[in-house]
């Protein structure tokens, strides 16, 4: 499945060339920092570890986290009917 995940591999570069821009909507956090927000999280996710999570968590107001034992980082494709599940929950709350 190599193919499958040619774009998963060409992310990072991407990432990297985004830079200014990630940086951009970071100091520009308080105008969606008082938004419902969901986070979920693989814990055998190793680009995304504790300390940005409790970046996230500062940053958010209303941030609700859901972490999976068994999930890596890419969670769409790992789960994505849990993904779905959990997006549905949310959605849903009051």
Do not use: N
């Not at 927000?37 to 693989?42: H, I, K, M």
Request: net charge positive; hydrophobic share 45%; aromatic share 10%.
């Amino acid at each position: 499945m190599p193919a499958a995940r040619s774009a998963s591999a060409a992310l990072p570069g991407y990432i990297v060339g985004a830079s200014d821009w990630l940086r951009s909507i970071w100091q520009d956090r308080a105008a969606f920092a008082d938004k419902p927000a969901l986070v979920l999280r693989g814990l055998k996710d190793i680009a995304f570890r504790r300390k940005e999570l409790e970046r996230c968590r500062s940053a958010l107001r209303d941030v609700e986290v859901r972490e999976f034992e068994d999930w890596g980082h890419f969670v769409a494709d790992e789960t994505p009917g849990r993904v779905v599940a959990a997006l549905g929950r949310f959605m849903g709350r009051s």
